[in-house]
């Protein structure tokens, strides 16, 4: 089977660098992505790891290593907004989108 | 572009009972799919249809079905509702089957008493 590990706790300052990180374990799978999900809304697509190494989107960036089985999605400049959870997901080679439990960050001023 | 739309919103029901869910996704995506997201499990994989076909299935009972509409919209189908039923069912709709990029609705929040 699949499964995905990730704190699920994280705490930062406004201003300050954060990284979550998922560690998975999976027989085959395509790539890994990232979706942020604020209290009662929708999750949403943050990032995307289909090969190994950095992606970077605006603040956000993220990585992946398929040799260590671990990804890990950063938040540079950290603003109040960014408190939500943030799950990682990999896309199985059966095409099943399979989450994590989701870390939930809280940004502090 | 409208975005995913779920109806009902909210739910409440009583065990034994069967109930349905409905999912309009973003015009042009034939895939649409199915979550259960609660507290302690998070979000659960239900089911994937593309173009009228179930693509792929989660590790739910039977109890649990779907089908996909020549629209593209989707409804879900939970029959003899049980109090573990209770959770956020989420649907997400992309433009091609198994895409890493999904877009989801708001989601119906089921309570079963």
């Known amino acids: 089977g699949q499964s995905l590990e990730q704190p699920s706790e994280v705490t930062a300052v406004e201003g300050a660098i954060v990284q979550i990180n998922c560690t998975y374990q999976t027989s085959g799978f395509y790539g890994l992505s990232w979706y942020q999900q604020h209290d009662g809304g929708a999750p949403t697509f943050l990032s995307y790891?289909?090969?190994?190494g950095l992606e970077e989107t605006g603040r956000f960036s993220s990585f992946l290593s398929r040799s260590d089985s671990y990804g890990y999605l950063l938040l540079q400049e950290l603003q109040m907004k960014d408190s939500a959870s943030y799950f990682c997901a990999l896309t199985s080679n059966t095409g099943k989108l399979i989450f994590g439990q989701g870390t939930t960050l809280q940004v502090k001023p | 572009k409208a975005g995913v739309t779920q109806t009902p919103r909210y739910l409440i029901k009583t065990r034994g009972q069967q109930v349905t869910l409905s999912c309009s996704p973003i015009?042009?995506?034939?895939?649409v799919s199915w979550y259960q997201q609660t507290p302690g499990q998070g979000l659960q994989f239900l089911f994937e249809?593309?173009?009228?076909?179930?693509?792929n299935k989660g590790n739910f009972p039977g109890r649990f079905s779907g089908r996909q509409f020549s629209n593209s919209r989707s409804e879900m189908n939970v029959s003899t509702l049980e109090l573990g039923d209770s959770a956020l069912y989420l649907c997400a709709s992309s433009t091609a089957g198994g895409s890493y990029e999904q877009y989801f609705g708001p989601g119906t929040r089921l309570t079963v008493t």
């Open positions: 249809y593309f173009s009228e076909t179930q693509r």
């Open positions: 790891n289909g090969l190994d």
């Open positions: 015009s042009g995506h034939r895939s």
